[in-house]
């Protein structure tokens, strides 16, 4: 009885992990746009620049 | 006898251009270089710009990628001018540091994988530029820039030089996510994430056998419990939202059936494991919600689709005449561009928020207000968009571009919208209720003849409630009319609401009113005139510049009018009077200018006459030619519906229509005796279609089961129509007609799917055999079925809709 219980609170941390990581990428906007990164990927990119050049 | 003749409009070319190089369009003007040939020195440039900076891979993923550049040359360079105030740049970057911004753009030309990659590269043409996004389905741009080094406003300019035309008026911050479907993601989650861990519980009760443990059926009873709450109370909370709300507004009932679905799993689950009779049906309960947002989720995309392309393609068909280096051209409202000077006459509405150049104007501003007391504006001082013009003709100079968003809603205004009863509304109006009613009660009777076996009969009851969701009805309806709707808006035939489109496929007579509708004065016009003094002439042609009826725009020609105008008073279908340069002046039909101007003019005489002063009157005749392909458009409308000719005009063009209209002609008919002529026929059970300009039928127009005006060279946003038809389209007036027959004939074949699905879903219910969680993978399904069927079949035939 005592392993089942220990495996239950394991499996549903676990399960609870992955529902805040889901919670997060919706609120970071990852499901916003679902058309435009698989065409990204298509592209033979050459170099791509995090941040602007400074002044 | 003097004559003037405006020019006609050139015909097309008949042989096929070549396609450009950089957008595809045909050239009409080629532009042939050793790269290849463009439509237009814009196109050319663009393709140029590329080309310079290595990046002719933008023409390789797809052919001919780009963006028409034609009407580049008549944008204003200095339209981005507003972005240099702080206040309005603000709304387009967040973010601000001086070393790294974000600027958000909505481009609506955004359209293919070749303008994700090209805008992609936008780092590489200018310094100041870093990583750049775009969101091919909200067509938007992010871009990081360095404020220090480029300002926003050369930022839109640059990429307004790829061809990508920023849009300043979006309504919404193109920043802003739409938070509706963010929500709709986290109650997917979390009702999947109880889905998972309700069915890791139920298994074991399941694959026993037999009873459980009594110890570990209580653990995982009331773990079950813990998981489906959040469920009930977050997940679920919307159905409950719009169950409750039906029942308050007795308005839409779908949401009900499913609500009590789910209160009833839920119940019972609590009751039976609080009185430890078992594990309930709590797994059915989260699987039954999880698979309902999963559908509602597709529908919601589908949607979306949907009003992009409204949104963004299909614009107001109305033009106003702008005054450009001394002449002035009608002008289509999506290519007005802030520094504009606008000649607006009276009855026509105020595109753009202006400033007022004249001292002084009347305007009427029941489109924003619903008042319609006018109101007086003084030179120099604002004019916002919406307001209708009164009196005289005004110049403003435009502020801000169009918003095609804005005018659509002062054309929704409550106000003007008066309830037509639209065919849509009442049916699911009626359909739901007895739709309602009759799931329950089957319902019921399901539960009541399983009765004894109390899981069992919960099941049922469930399953029924669930699977008889009308998706036809709810689905097929609104994706078909919107992409209808969205199809013929970019076809140049705007209607208001997507359920005009069901009404307009259900018409089966025509009124058309003949000038300014089967005649146009932007078309072929002769004008004859006897009687007249050249000075007097003019007179008469400054005043019938202030009119929009088609007769006196074409009196007054495209030419420039000299003098002062005051006093106007407009007679609907009768004439005109006002002073010119202190001279009095009548213009109009003969018994109108005989008691105007007190002169005994021949009674019965079918020309328009005009008195300048107290000088002896003049007659004007004015020949409009019809418009091209209208004859043969009637003539094969008149195959399928009874047409008719409600003309306001004097009857002495009656033989050129008779052949068209037979008997069906009426002329010298008041606006009232129009609208009596349609309620006439409406009485004997037709549904009319009214065609009119808006002018002297407006009352017709509300008063027909579909009213479209038709528009050309006018701003007047007639508020009691259903549609403007751009008046060169209107020769498609039978494809129109024939592809707004096509979505009811879908939504037909979708309703015959969904009963057949729900006919064999219900059978299999309440023999017992579908169990709710089967239903409620079974009902998305349906629902894709009929959304494909329906958005499918819609764009095929809009395929071959006349472009």
């Not at chain 2, 035309?165 to 479907?181: G, K, T």
């Not at chain 2, 779908?254 to 009185?275: E, H, K, N």
Request: charged share 20%.
């Amino acid at each position: 009885m005592s392993v089942i219980v220990l495996l239950i609170v394991a499996g549903g941390l676990v399960a609870a992990g992955f529902l805040g990581a889901f919670v997060w990428a919706v609120k970071t906007g990852q499901y916003d746009d679902t058309v435009t990164p698989p065409l990204r990927i298509l592209f033979d990119d050459t170099r791509r620049p995090g941040r602007p050049p400074q002044p | 006898m003097r004559a003037a003749t405006a020019s006609p409009i050139p015909p097309s070319s008949p042989s096929a251009p070549a396609a450009c190089r950089h957008c595809g369009d045909p050239c009409r003007t080629p532009i042939v270089t050793e790269d290849g040939t463009f439509c237009c020195t814009g196109c050319e440039a663009v393709f140029r710009i590329l080309a310079a900076h290595d990046l002719g891979a933008f023409y390789a993923c797809e052919i001919a990628p780009g963006v028409s550049q034609a009407d580049a040359g008549t944008r204003d360079g200095g339209r981005f001018a507003l972005l240099d105030d702080p206040a309005v740049a603000a709304r387009f970057v967040h973010g601000a540091g001086q070393r790294d911004a974000i600027a958000t753009f909505v481009l609506p030309a955004l359209h293919c994988a070749s303008c994700v990659w090209l805008l992609e590269q936008l780092y590489r043409f200018g310094s100041g530029i870093g990583r750049s996004e775009v969101d091919l389905l909200q067509r938007t741009l992010r871009v990081h820039f360095s404020p220090a080094v480029i300002s926003v406003r050369a930022l839109a300019e640059r990429i307004a030089a790829l061809g990508y035309e920023p849009l300043l008026d979006a309504e919404r911050p193109a920043a802003e996510i739409p938070q509706s479907r963010r929500d709709l993601y986290l109650k997917i989650g979390v009702a999947g994430f109880a889905f998972g861990n309700v069915m890791l519980f139920s298994i074991p009760q399941y694959a026993n056998g037999g009873p459980l443990d009594p110890e570990f059926q209580r653990l995982f009873n009331t773990l079950n419990l813990l998981f489906a709450v959040p469920v009930l109370v977050y997940s679920a909370a919307d159905y409950f939202r719009g169950a409750w709300n039906a029942i308050r507004g007795r308005t839409m009932v779908l949401d009900v059936p499913i609500a009590l679905g789910l209160v009833a799993l839920f119940g019972r689950s609590v009751v039976d494991i609080a009185g430890g009779r078992g594990e309930g049906f709590l797994d059915s309960f989260a699987g039954l919600v999880f698979f309902l947002l999963i559908g509602r989720l597709f529908q919601q995309k589908a949607f979306e689709a949907i009003a992009f392309d409204r949104t963004m393609r299909s614009f107001f068909p109305l033009s106003v005449r702008v005054e450009r280096n001394g002449t002035s051209e009608m002008t289509a409202l999506e290519a007005l561009r802030p520094g504009d000077v606008m000649a607006l006459r009276p009855h026509e509405v105020v595109p753009a928020d202006a400033t007022l150049l004249d001292d002084r104007a009347d305007l009427d501003y029941a489109f924003v207000t619903g008042e319609s007391a006018p109101q007086e504006v003084r030179g120099g001082a604002a004019v916002a968009a919406g307001g209708r013009v009164i009196g005289r003709t005004l110049r403003a100079a435009v502020i801000r571009p169009v918003s095609h968003s804005r005018l659509a809603a002062l054309w929704n205004h409550p106000v003007f919208a008066r309830p037509k009863a639209r065919w849509l509304t009442t049916v699911t109006a009626r359909f739901g209720w007895w739709f309602t009613a009759g799931a329950v009660l089957l319902a019921v009777a399901g539960a009541l003849a399983w009765w004894p076996d109390v899981a069992m009969a919960l099941q049922v009851a469930t399953a029924v409630l669930i699977i008889a969701c009308p998706c036809a009805l709810t689905l097929a309806a609104p994706i078909a009319l919107g992409t209808a709707m969205g199809r013929l808006g970019t076809r140049g035939c705007y209607l208001k609401h997507p359920a005009v489109v069901l009404d307009l496929g259900r018409i089966n007579a025509i009124a058309f009113d003949k000038t300014g509708t089967l005649t146009s004065a932007s078309g072929d016009v002769q004008v004859r005139t006897a009687g007249l003094t050249a000075e007097d002439w003019c007179k008469v042609q400054r005043l019938a510049g202030e009119s929009v009826h088609p007769i006196s725009r074409a009196i007054s020609g495209r030419g420039e009018l000299v003098g002062q105008v005051s006093d106007v008073r407009e007679a609907p279908g009768c004439g005109l009077t006002g002073c010119v340069d202190g001279t009095r002046v009548v213009i109009g039909r003969a018994s109108f200018v005989a008691t105007e101007a007190a002169r005994l003019l021949p009674a019965g005489d079918d020309r328009t006459w005009a008195v300048v002063g107290d000088r002896a009157p003049g007659w004007i005749s004015v020949e409009i030619e019809a418009r091209p392909g209208i004859t043969d458009a009637i003539r094969r409308l008149a195959s399928r519906y009874r047409v008719w000719l409600l003309s306001g005009d004097a009857a002495h063009e009656r033989s050129r229509w008779e052949r068209l209209f037979g008997r069906q002609l009426r002329f010298r008919l008041s606006p009232e005796a129009k609208l009596a002529a349609l309620s006439e026929h409406q009485a004997a059970a037709t549904r009319v279609l009214m065609v009119g300009d808006g002018l002297n039928d407006a009352a017709a127009l509300a008063g027909a089961d579909v009213g479209l005006a038709v528009s050309d060279d006018t701003a007047c946003l007639v508020p009691a129509c259903d549609g403007v038809v751009r008046g060169e389209r209107l020769q498609y007036l039978p494809e129109f007609l024939g592809y707004a027959r096509l979505a009811r004939r879908v939504i037909a074949l979708c309703f015959v799917v969904s009963i057949v699905y729900n006919v064999l879903g219900l059978g299999l219910a309440l023999a017992g055999r579908l169990t709710p969680l089967a239903t409620a993978i079974l009902m998305p399904l349906s629902s894709m079925t009929v959304i494909g069927l329906a958005a499918g079949l819609m764009r095929r035939a809009a395929r071959e809709l006349p472009a």
